[in-house]
């Protein structure tokens, strides 16, 4: 799949010129409120018409300001999954998934009902009126019907958003299995580190209508200088890990790193699963020799790879930790204190609690335990 | 039961029946085009076009019925056009009431639909469309149905109004018993000539409980409607 796009839209005093392009299974377009995401994939469904520019999705052009062309939102076949569901209040839940279908050739159907309803465990709904459901099956319900009309891509604007932290615990591994077993790739809309750290393959960051950055979501937040400036200290590493063994008498879990054994508290995963953690720059310090006497659990051998430009008092110092790329936040006294330069080989101590507690909290789908 | 009321009495209110029901069957899908331009539509004359279906509302019912008399009388441009063309007249015949009780409710019933139209989430169209409906298909599957209780409760207050309009029928089409004596034309008759009182009084009643029964059948109508779309 890719996404171009490279559009000037104006509307009050906010101009967005956003200009970028995407491959990845799930693209987050990141930023604070008002710095013209929504604006952004309303011009990707076709719900705005840009005042200047160009959209292409997998080599079809949606729009081009130059030659014309402007492919009104129902025949362009991009789902969207909106902040507020917006389910149809006058159907059911089955004819509301359904909705799309009349619209769809049926050579063209490939998402089968039984599987849609399957992945998002909302088989004992499907007689109900929205108007019964809670939160989070409403929006598990709007992606079913997305996803029924086989999109060619699927956008969702923070989906996540009304809903309080258990309702979005709730529907994380759906997500997660969406954008792994679903086939359509998805652009999310989000605001929080946490969700994108956990979600997005590739990353764009928008701030006031500009693209500050843009590219695979792991080495976009391992930089917190690209990071609008309230989710600086958010920044870190993302690392893909293995569940290694469990201790049962300290109620801990080993996860296998490339670096070496990460120990955190008991985590309700079965021997080899994969989970992947954030460790933040802030979290992560950093000592020339083998820690001793230190309560701090996870201690991993790495080389310092560089050092960022400097950003105030503090310094993003970019770490290898045999094939795991880390980053750890010092202040500038720091590295000088420590003659940090590249190739010097340190010990990063990672605190226990640094562990993305968003990450921890994932429970497998059911049919995994 | 039947002898409750004259064979006089009751031609009038099956007449008035008649009448109503063609005049709110008749302004329905007119009413709501209207309603959809006033609402949604943005052109020069818009402006014109809301005072125009406003105005049975404001003006005096004799003058809407004598400008229905110009307008579509025999020799009037309309109605003439009508006669020649395809041998529809409307002066001095029921369907001349109708034809005036429908323009005198259909401010009544192009309200209570805009009103609705307006309540309409217009994200839900915007959603049905990402799924690849045609505006047109929206409208029918999902703006329709929204507004529903809305063209309910517009067909009762045209229905109401046709029941109980008599100005306007009265300059257009006179008071003929049996072709354009509909129930408000039949009691003010009773009131003019001596010893009518029983016969007005019994009409009355019989205008209260259609009304009555009207206005039940579409708070009926209406809460059905509503538990469809909240539960």
Redesign the interface.
Known sequence: MSLDVDIRHGQGDFTLHAAFRSEGRLTALFGPSGSGKTTLVNAI???IRPSEGRIEVNGRVLVDTRRGIFV?????????V?Q?G?L???LSVRQNLL??R???PRDQRKASFDAVVDLLGIGHLLTR?P??LSGGEKQRVAIG??LL?DPQLLLMDEPLASLDEARKAEIYPYLERLRDEGGVPIVLVSHSVAEIARLATSIVVLSEGRVRASGPAAEILMHGNLLPQPDRGEAGALVETRVAGHDEVYDLTYLEAKGGILTVPRLPLPMGAHLRLRLRARDIILSLHAPEGLSALNALPAIVVAIDEPDGAGVDVALDCAGDALVARLTRKSVETLGLAPGLPVHAIIKSIAFDQEALARMPPADEL | MIDWLSPEEWTAVGLSLKVALTAMAASVLPGIAVALILERGRFWGRQVLDVLVHLPLVLPPVVVGYFLLLGFGRRGPIGALLDEQFGIVFSFRWTGAALACAIMGFPLLVRAIRLSIEAVDRKLEDAAGTLGAHPVFVFFAVTLPLILPGILAGMVLSFAKAMGEFGATITFVSNIPGETQTLPSAIYTFTQVPGGEAGALRLTLVSIAVSVAALLASEWMARRVRRRLAA
């Open positions: 469904g076709g719900l009104p939102k129902h025949r362009r076949r991009i789902g969207y909106f507020e917006r149809f209040p006058h909705f799309g009349w619209f769809t009126r108007a019964t019907r997305a009309a």
